[in-house]
């Protein structure tokens, strides 16, 4: 038996665990709708046999969508929204659940996974997009297998490894407005018959979008950085898989940290902000005397470890390591008044998953345990008389530093079966049990030389005398039970009950406890999601297939955010939601694609602290209730070759941006389209493509922080109308 066909070797695609993709044959020739085998339950199915809510990308439909960031696929996922101040800081939100924080020390409840590891900070999501097999996105609390911290669902992104005996590779530049110019590549194949290696990379700088009024200050919220990507694949023996794989990013002194001001008022009742006429500056522009940037390094190392035991089963082992550095320097007062915000964060993390796995004629089941041991250092430091005055502040050389360390690890044993009762009725039962525990280690301390006031301690939150303020530990549990039917057609239906959990955490902060927080009040508890779901999966006709499903939330110590006294902080709440999406996508001819999505949102949080200690009711932020995304390509020969022409949009509701639903926080409805034409040689060998994003010039907030008790909102705005071409390569 020749080394193809060996059985590991012919399980190439499962990547990280089984966590990979396998791409099936098209009816048609099209490139954004080609059908694509999941790996949603851990084990390759194909999209339509599997009962959860998940949008699916692979990595030829990511190249013809033009996405070239790890956030862009929010464009063509419903119920998915951004919010952003930073790429240094990425919020996801799914059915409007999500961390809409800024503190480096939270994990978000849409959980990032790369390769099968996951990716603990929102400070590590935002990456460059290249070399991508392919991209899942499921909706819901996915608990059983992936783990808490998984209520609003996760994203996954599988990269292309070393798994092609042939060499091959590819080789593609970019270039665009703003001073856009990327270059990326990856050549790969075998050493020998039983080694395969893969090497890629990308790089791309570009000026930013966001302009400068003020001389000598640079434009901001741009892009300077390179990611490297390498893998081994070793077959070990007839039976074993080893995959390695090492990513190296780093991002240097990016334009960012500015914000454009729009002025407010605020309510007397309340003190949240109230939009009024003026602005210092436009939406798409800055007036920073501070030149802000970031700064990040991230090294991230995964071992994959698949042995076929024998009939029917299988192990896998994933183990993970990554460290990140992060320098972020701000100007706060957008220029307004004198507010540096600087933070410095290093975070390191480890992760151990041991899953075995089997299945008879009936039965399937998988069970394993998991480890994570995370560790999180960090500096922030906030300057200026203007917000420090609190503190007694006198002069701008006021300035409030906050050092932290949280220690965190979990470990969990969890399990799934599916057995079919009848060749049509499948009932799916899973459980994880979950142990959590973190320390934080938190002193804060105040100097103001001009004033002569050295540097002194003035918080250190183990010297407070209040039982567990420093320490969270727990265990609690998330299930799932499903059924599944299966109409005489091929027709999925499904309904399923399951809980999730999101661990609990601290609001570490430089301006908190000094301003209005209780001490008491820094910790906020894990919360639990009950969800019950019921959906459709369904081949209307040979060209025609839709996919739906509705939802109900309920909610245990729902985690919000808000501002109390200009001080961040998390609280717990109830809080509820409903609602469902709708996915159709139609191949009426060859070369023709039409996609439609649309997504509900329904939502409640009963109480949520306002700025002067009372709370107000709201409903989710980043949750439009209504939004529809569409997407049309023709495809057809010319030249030799084929040319192919693409539209793609979304069109989101009214919304609130801040989980108050201040009134400076409401985003009005907005309609984003972009376009794509291309041309590709015979076999692919060469492709040139012309693009636009936001044709429309659509502007729209992709993040907003009310400050309306300092008479000022501060707003990051999305990107403007933007052109550009892609010249690719491929061997």
Same mark, same amino acid.
């Given at each position: ?35 694509v085998t ?38 063509q ?17 799914l ?9 480096d ?5 849409v ?22 097999d ?46 856009m ?44 950085g ?10 070990i023996?007839?039976?074993v ?27 007397p ?5 109230v ?17 802000g940037?970031?700064?990040r ?20 082992s ?36 041991v ?22 250092e ?6 200026g ?28 044993v ?12 499948t ?9 959590d525990?973190?320390?934080?280690d ?38 799932r ?30 301006? !908190? =406890? +000094?301003? *209005?927080?209780? /001490?008491?009040?820094? %910790? ?5 999601l009950?969800?019950? &779901? ?6 209307l ?32 709440s ?5 609602g ?13 694609d ?12 009963d109480?949520v602290?306002?700025?002067?200690? !009372? =709370? +107000?009711? *709201?409903?989710? /932020?980043?949750?439009? %209730? ?8 023709? &495809? ?28 400076i ?14 041309w590709?040689?015979?076999?692919d ?21 009310d ?21 690719s390569?491929?061997?």
């Open positions: 038996m020749t080394n193809a066909r060996r059985p590991i070797a012919t399980a190439l695609t499962r990547i990280a665990g089984g966590s990979a993709i396998c791409l099936l044959a098209s009816t048609v020739q099209a490139q954004v709708l080609e059908e999941v790996t949603a339950q851990k084990r390759e199915q194909n999209l339509q046999d599997v009962g959860i809510s998940v949008t699916a990308f692979s990595g030829n439909q990511l190249d013809a969508l033009g996405m070239t960031s790890s956030v862009d696929i929010t464009q996922v419903p119920a998915m929204q951004l919010q952003t101040f930073t790429p240094a800081f990425t919020i996801i939100n059915r409007g659940i999500s961390q809409n924080n800024f503190q020390n939270l994990e978000a409840p959980a990032v996974y790369v390769d099968g590891a996951y990716v603990p900070s929102m400070n590590a999501i935002n990456g460059q997009l290249f070399d991508v392919r991209v899942e996105v499921l909706r819901g609390p996915q608990g059983t297998l992936f783990g808490r911290n998984t209520t609003g669902g996760l994203v996954h992104y599988l990269t292309n490894g070393a798994r092609d005996q042939e060499f091959n590779g590819y080789m593609r530049v970019q270039g665009g407005e703003f001073g110019r990327a270059v990326e590549g990856a050549v790969g194949g075998g050493f020998s018959d039983t080694v395969r290696g893969r090497l890629a990379g990308r790089w791309e700088e570009n000026d930013g979008y966001t302009k400068s009024v003020v001389p000598g200050i640079r434009d901001a919220h741009g892009a300077d390179y990611t490297l990507r390498g893998s081994l694949q070793f077959d023996g007839d039976d898989l080893l995959d390695l794989r090492v990513t190296r990013s780093r991002d240097d002194d990016v334009p960012s940290g500015t914000y454009s001001i729009n002025f407010a008022d605020f309510d009742e309340t003190g949240l902000g939009d009024v006429p003026g602005r210092l500056t436009d939406g798409l522009e800055h007036a920073s005397s501070i030149e940037s970031y700064s390094e991230s090294t991230s190392v995964t071992a994959t470890l698949t042995w076929d035991l024998g009939p029917d089963m299988e192990l896998v994933i183990t993970n390591y990554m460290d990140l550095d992060k320098d972020y320097l701000e100007d706060a007062g957008g220029g307004l008044f004198f507010f540096p915000y600087e933070t410095n964060t290093d975070f390191d993390t480890f992760s151990q998953e899953r075995l796995s089997g299945d008879s004629d009936r039965l399937r089941w998988q069970t394993g345990w998991y480890y994570l041991d995370m560790t999180t960090n500096s922030q430091s906030v300057r008389a203007a917000i420090l005055e609190g503190s007694g502040a006198i002069s701008d050389s006021a300035v409030q530093f906050t050092d932290t360390e949280l220690d965190s690890r979990n470990w969990s969890f399990g799934q079966m599916e057995y079919d009762f009848t060749q049509q009725l009932l799916i039962a899973g459980l994880r049990w979950s142990d525990k973190k320390d934080l938190f002193l804060q301390s105040y100097a103001e030389p001009d004033a002569g006031i050295p540097l002194s301690q003035i918080f250190d939150i183990s010297a407070v005398p209040i039982a567990g303020l420093d320490e969270i530990e727990y265990d609690d549990f998330a299930a039970v499903q059924l599944n039917h299966t109409t005489e057609n091929g027709t999925l239906v499904y309904g399923s009950w399951s809980r999730g959990i999101k661990g609990g955490n601290w609001s570490i902060d430089p301006l !908190g =406890t +000094v301003a *209005a927080i209780e /001490p008491s009040n820094l %910790k906020h508890d894990e919360e639990v009950t969800s019950w &779901e019921v959906g459709v999966k369904a081949e006709t040979d060209f025609a297939r839709l996919n739906a499903a509705i939802y109900y939330y309920d909610y245990d110590d729902y985690q919000a955010f808000s501002i109390l006294g200009l001080t961040p902080q998390v609280t717990n109830d809080a509820d939601s409903n469902g999406e709708l996915e159709l996508t139609i191949n009426p001819m060859p070369g023709l039409l996609l439609f999505g649309a997504a509900y949102i329904n939502s409640t949080v109480a602290p306002d700025v002067f200690g !009372g =709370t +107000v009711k *709201a409903e989710f /932020p980043n949750a439009p %209730k209504w939004s529809f995304n569409s997407l049309v390509r023709y &495809e057809w020969e010319l030249a030799g070759g084929r040319m192919a022409a693409q539209v793609d949009g979304v069109w989101n509701d009214r919304q609130f941006i801040e989980a108050t639903n201040s009134n926080s409401a985003e009005n409805s907005y309609l984003v389209w972009n376009a794509r034409l291309s590709a040689s015979a076999g060998t060469w492709e040139v493509a012309g693009w636009v994003k936001n044709g429309g010039d659509e502007e729209y907030r992709l993040y907003n922080l400050l309306g008790l300092l008479g000022i909102s501060e707003e990051v705005y999305a990107p403007p109308r933007w052109y550009g071409a892609t010249l390569y491929n061997f």
